[in-house]
């Protein structure tokens, strides 16, 4: 008997277009997880730490566990190139219900209440130069609503984005290798301006390791408070997979473009913080909002505010171009499994993309911005989307029992111990984050179990097929 060639199945003569490089690929990957994260959580994790070196050592932690995380994916998305990812790995390791649990949450809130999020940072930074967008409101007399402009604009862009992905992977994969470009050549910018045009009068990198308390509590502790916002700038780095079912060589490519992109961050993001450092003192980076533009303030004075407004503005339009593009996979391949709505498993016939289903993303998305909800629903779920990559970590150790002979082109470096200690984290992570946050943590576990009376629902509607990739 042959050996099989994978899991799944594709069909390159009907349903979604192979279209996409490896180039484009590690784009998405890049330009999924540098969004807005970069330039507002140094803040916070300077007044956690205080010290420059736990500062550095807690991005490089971050950054090699997602490093972690995407070597698992890797040989996972090696075996099953299908479009949609996580689901289709979650319904091949675990079965329909985790699978669509999984889907659910990230429709509801988790991906398109990050394109809201997203949007409305790119709305606001665009504010920077049209100052009318942040006083715009409408009084309904009863109640008034804030920010009108803001979100129009912001829902603008969820529009425009979702149209440029309608009429093709190959246009929206263009438009993401361009302002993934322009926001890793702005960043650099600004990096390099930090060390060829700043001083650092003293402070250089001081204290580094000094040994004092962190706001009266331990050291584990505060590097775990601290490590949640890293995690949270380095998140969607496994948002390639999704496009599975339409990048060439898929098993071959989506491994590379894992690693390759979450590399590729890890150095940006620890060069940039080691710029901040540079021309502030981590005391100032601790009280300061927006530390990348008092940085550039420092040597361009009232200019640098606009650059790194520019600056957002590329990076956040770039991460809701690649969350846009990706996620609706997700939604196409659970309707393709009668596990979601029938006409979301469309395919237009001209362009070969999910078209419906971008649509659907887009209206959902647009109206978690018009209601102001998107901040509050993301930040109940985060958790969730932690106890997911757990899952999906620890998929891999029941993919190697359950198929031993399936071919990888790709194993996993280090396994077991890469692999488990992904998993060891990401527990950790679920489990702090209920324990410090138990509110929060009890709503988004709401949000997730609402799931179950609609996948019975759907369930009960038909007979799921076994999914076959972007057939």
Same mark, same amino acid.
């Given at each position: 008997?042959?050996?099989?060639?994978?899991?799944?199945?594709?069909?390159?003569?009907?349903? &979604?277009?192979?279209?996409?490089?490896?180039?484009? +690929?590690?784009?998405?990957?890049?330009?999924?997880?540098?969004?807005?994260?970069?330039?507002?959580?140094? $803040?916070?994790?300077?007044?956690?730490?205080?010290?420059?070196?736990?500062?550095?050592?807690?991005?490089?932690?971050?950054?090699?566990?997602?490093?972690?995380?995407?070597?698992?994916?890797?040989?996972?998305?090696?075996?099953?190139?299908?479009?949609?990812?996580?689901?289709?790995?979650?319904?091949?390791?675990?079965?329909?219900?985790?699978?669509?649990?999984?889907?659910?949450?990230?429709?509801?809130?988790? $991906?398109?209440?990050?394109?809201?999020?997203?949007?409305?940072?790119?709305?606001?930074?665009?504010?920077?130069?049209?100052?009318?967008?942040?006083?715009?409101?409408?009084?309904?007399?009863? %109640?008034?609503?804030?920010?009108?402009?803001?979100?129009?604009?912001? /829902?603008?862009?969820?529009?425009?984005?979702?149209?440029?992905?309608?009429?093709?992977?190959?246009?929206?994969? %263009?438009?993401?290798?361009?302002?993934?470009?322009?926001?890793?050549?702005?960043?650099?910018?600004?990096?390099? *301006?930090?060390?060829?045009?700043?001083?650092? @009068?003293?402070?250089?990198?001081?204290?580094?390791?000094?040994?004092?308390?962190?706001?009266?509590?331990?050291?584990?502790?505060?590097?775990?408070?601290?490590?949640? *916002?890293?995690?949270?700038?380095?998140?969607?780095?496994?948002?390639?997979?999704?496009?599975?079912?339409?990048?060439?060589?898929?098993?071959?490519?989506?491994?590379?473009?894992?690693?390759?992109?979450? +590399?590729?961050?890890? /150095?940006?993001?620890?060069?940039?913080?080691?710029?901040?450092?540079?021309?502030?003192?981590?005391?100032?980076?601790?009280?300061?909002?927006?530390?990348?533009?008092?940085?550039?303030?420092?040597? %361009?004075?009232?200019?640098?505010? !606009?650059?790194?407004? /520019?600056?957002?503005?590329?990076?956040?339009?770039?991460?809701?171009? *690649? @969350?846009?593009?990706?996620?609706?996979?997700?939604?196409?391949?659970?309707?393709?499994?009668?596990?979601?709505?029938?006409?979301?498993?469309?395919?237009?016939?001209?362009?070969?993309?999910?078209?419906?289903?971008?649509?659907?993303?887009?209206?959902?998305?647009?109206?978690?911005?018009?209601?102001?909800?998107?901040? $509050?629903?993301?930040?109940?779920?985060?958790?969730?989307?932690?106890?997911?990559?757990?899952?999906?970590?620890?998929?891999?150790?029941?993919?190697?029992?359950?198929?031993?002979?399936?071919?990888?082109?790709?194993?996993?470096?280090?396994?077991?111990?890469?692999?488990?200690?992904?998993?060891?984290?990401?527990?950790?992570?679920?489990?702090?984050?209920?324990?410090?946050?138990?509110?929060?943590?009890?709503?988004?576990?709401? &949000?997730?179990?609402?799931? /179950?009376? !609609?996948?019975?629902?759907?369930?009960?509607?038909?007979?799921?097929?076994?999914?076959?990739?972007?057939?």
């Amino acid at each position: 008997m042959a050996e099989p060639k994978g899991l799944v199945s594709r069909d390159e003569t009907k349903g &979604l277009a192979q279209r996409i490089g490896l180039p484009t +690929a590690i784009a998405v990957v890049i330009g999924s997880v540098i969004g807005s994260g970069i330039f507002l959580v140094p $803040q916070k994790i300077a007044m956690t730490l205080g010290d420059a070196g736990w500062i550095i050592a807690v991005w490089i932690f971050g950054g090699l566990l997602s490093l972690a995380g995407a070597l698992t994916n890797a040989e996972v998305a090696g075996m099953i190139p299908a479009a949609g990812g996580q689901y289709v790995y979650f319904r091949e390791i675990y079965g329909d219900f985790p699978a669509f649990l999984y889907g659910w949450t990230t429709f509801i809130v988790y $991906q398109t209440g990050s394109i809201a999020a997203i949007a409305v940072a790119f709305a606001k930074y665009l504010g920077f130069f049209f100052p009318g967008l942040n006083k715009l409101q409408i009084d309904f007399g009863l %109640f008034v609503m804030p920010e009108v402009g803001i979100k129009l604009v912001a /829902i603008g862009a969820i529009a425009f984005v979702a149209g440029v992905n309608y009429f093709g992977v190959q246009f929206g994969g %263009f438009v993401q290798r361009l302002f993934t470009s322009l926001k890793v050549l702005a960043i650099a910018g600004i990096v390099l *301006a930090c060390f060829v045009f700043g001083t650092h @009068t003293g402070h250089l990198y001081t204290p580094f390791f000094s040994g004092k308390s962190f706001q009266g509590t331990s050291l584990l502790s505060a590097f775990g408070i601290a490590l949640v *916002a890293v995690l949270w700038a380095y998140d969607g780095w496994n948002s390639v997979t999704y496009l599975s079912g339409e990048v060439k060589d898929a098993q071959r490519n989506i491994p590379i473009a894992l690693v390759a992109g979450t +590399a590729v961050v890890i /150095i940006i993001y620890v060069i940039t913080n080691l710029a901040y450092m540079y021309v502030l003192p981590v005391s100032q980076i601790a009280h300061s909002k927006l530390v990348a533009a008092d940085a550039i303030s420092l040597f %361009f004075g009232t200019n640098g505010a !606009a650059l790194i407004a /520019i600056t957002v503005m590329l990076s956040t339009f770039g991460t809701v171009n *690649a @969350t846009t593009m990706t996620t609706a996979r997700v939604y196409f391949a659970m309707a393709k499994d009668k596990l979601f709505f029938k006409g979301i498993s469309r395919v237009h016939p001209k362009y070969r993309t999910p078209h419906v289903s971008l649509i659907v993303q887009g209206i959902w998305a647009s109206l978690l911005t018009l209601t102001g909800t998107y901040d $509050q629903l993301f930040t109940y779920v985060i958790f969730a989307s932690w106890l997911f990559y757990a899952l999906g970590a620890f998929g891999i150790f029941v993919l190697r029992k359950k198929r031993p002979d399936a071919v990888r082109p790709y194993r996993t470096i280090g396994y077991p111990v890469v692999p488990m200690a992904f998993v060891v984290v990401a527990t950790w992570f679920v489990y702090n984050t209920i324990v410090t946050d138990p509110r929060d943590s009890l709503f988004g576990l709401g &949000l997730v179990l609402v799931g /179950i009376p !609609a996948y019975i629902f759907w369930k009960r509607s038909g007979t799921p097929k076994p999914t076959t990739g972007d057939a």
